[in-house]
T-cell receptor, first 112, second 113 residues
Framework: GENVGLHLPTLSVQEGDNSIINCAYS??????FIWYKQESGKGPQFIID?????DKRQGQRVTVLLNKTVKHLSLQIAATQPGDSAVYFC???????????FGPGTSLSVIP | EADIYQTPRYLVIGTGKKITLECSQT?????MYWYQQDPGMELHLIHY???????EKGDLSSESTVSRIRTEHFPLTLESARPSHTSQYLC????????????FGNGTRLTVT
């Protein structure tokens, strides 16, 4: 079936560096994408979303890039901080089905 | 910060017991969801609801049941808990309409002995 997957299961970055977390999706009909951050013992927290009519969206210290040609999504975190350490999930939605599908997470560790 | 609340946060229970996991949201969202998540793994949808008296099974087969009598409340029940039910259960809600992100509670971590 259709699925969303991540290239890297773990990522370690130095504090202050930029982080890039990648995600591949296989459903070409997906038109809405979301990034979530999940800290230990908590539920996923919404970070940023992007619709398929856009290829870039920026938030506070975060940027999501969408490449529909290769079905690739990335989350960029600027000036990574220890508080950014968490598991990050990308999720996709095909509007007509109105269901969110989550991929496996990437664990981000920030080295002080 | 969270407007969606789950109780209990942790539950250890013996095999065969009936349990209900509570979920309430104060945002007036029509859509609510239950996901099951093993540690460090992806989330699997087990139930969802588009409004009062609406419940549907998700993609992952589950022996649990849900009810939606009030907009703000979406409890999940296991009639007879088994060790295979040990997992984290996450409740979420979203606004009516398309392209709305899910808002999650902090989950209930269930252990069945």
């Amino acid at each position: 079936g259709e699925n969303v997957g991540l290239h890297l299961p773990t990522l370690s970055v130095q504090e202050g560096d930029n982080s890039i977390i990648n995600c591949a999706y296989s459903n070409s009909a997906s038109d809405y994408f979301i990034w979530y951050k999940q800290e230990s013992g908590k539920g996923p927290q919404f970070i940023i979303d992007i619709r398929s009519n856009m290829d870039k969206r920026q938030g506070q210290r975060v940027t999501v890039l969408l490449n529909k040609t290769v079905k690739h999504l990335s989350l960029q975190i600027a000036a990574t901080q220890p508080g950014d350490s968490a598991v990050y999930f990308c999720a996709e939605m095909e509007t007509s089905y109105d269901k969110v599908i989550f991929g496996p997470g990437t664990s981000l560790s920030v080295i002080p | 910060e969270a407007d969606i609340y789950q109780t209990p946060r942790y539950l250890v229970i013996g095999t065969g017991k009936k349990i209900t996991l509570e979920c309430s949201q104060t945002m007036g969202h029509d859509k609510m969801y239950w996901y099951q998540q093993d540690p460090g793994m992806e989330l699997h949808l087990i139930h969802y609801s588009y409004g009062v008296n609406s419940t549907e099974k998700g993609d992952l087969s589950s022996e649990s049941t849900v009810s939606r009598i009030r907009t703000e409340h979406f409890p999940l029940t296991l009639e007879s808990a088994r060790p295979s039910h040990t997992s984290q259960y996450l409740c979420a809600s979203s606004e009516t309409g398309y392209n709305s992100p899910l808002h999650f509670g902090n989950g209930t971590r269930l252990t069945v002995t």
